[in-house]
């Protein structure tokens, strides 16, 4: 579908029907009971409900392989407005969810990045691309269980600056959950520093029951 003169990166008809989760608007969402018994987090939520051949599914793929980073701004602005009150004012410090450096090589960016900055700038909280680092690229999580998932990413992440993350809430941010392995292992190696708390929130998930 082409674009009206007036409209950008997508038609005012998706922009107004963008199907959002509301979830972070309360607690033990269902973005949250992913993560119960696994990990201390403060909360968790997710923007956006993805579904196979949906709108946010192709936006995100322009996102991820097409380089439209504009894209991951704009939902980034979007979903930090969201946030930007309530139970989520008291983030310290926003962090995405890192590419290994072969992976960023190959790519030439980080999909998660303008998602952050969008988000960084209506919330007025500063982010960092540094802090958290891949240890070694993992395989491919398609068509692998929750428990193999798991098992491909144990260890995966670590802290490049603890003093960077000593202190603070961290939001870390993904562009999907589905297992929710990988966001949980970037989260426990932030969690390996003293006196650190972590939410998380990714732009999208799947329909959750």
């Known amino acids: 579908m082409s674009l009206d003169e007036h409209e950008h990166l997508i038609c ?14 309360f607690k033990e969402n269902p973005v949250e009971r992913i993560f119960w018994g696994k990990i201390p987090l403060v909360r968790a939520t997710s923007y956006l409900h993805f579904t196979k051949g949906g ?9 991820k392989y097409n380089g439209a980073l504009e894209v991951g701004e704009y939902l980034g602005h979007r979903f930090g407005r969201e946030l930007r009150s309530g139970i989520w004012n008291d983030i310290d410090l926003i962090v995405p969810v890192p590419l290994h450096p072969k992976k960023l090589k190959k790519r030439g960016y980080n999909q998660c990045e303008p998602i952050v900055q969008g988000m960084a700038e209506e919330m007025n909280v500063p982010y960092r691309t540094d802090v958290l680092h ?35 809430h961290v939001l870390i941010v993904d562009d999907v959950v589905t297992t929710g392995a990988t966001i949980e292992a970037c ?22 029951a």
């Open 134 to 168: 891949r240890r070694t690229a993992n395989s491919s999580q398609t068509r692998k269980g929750r428990y193999d998932r798991w098992l491909n990413v144990k260890e995966l992440f670590e802290a490049s600056d603890d003093s960077e993350l000593h202190g603070k």
């Open 187 to 208: 989260a426990a190696a932030a969690l390996e520093i003293d006196d650190v708390r972590v939410s998380l929130a990714t732009i999208a998930c799947p329909s959750i």
């Open 12 to 25: 005012d008809h998706c922009r107004n029907h963008l199907p959002t989760t509301k979830y972070w608007m």
């Open 55 to 63: 709108i946010v599914q192709g936006m995100l793929h322009a996102l």
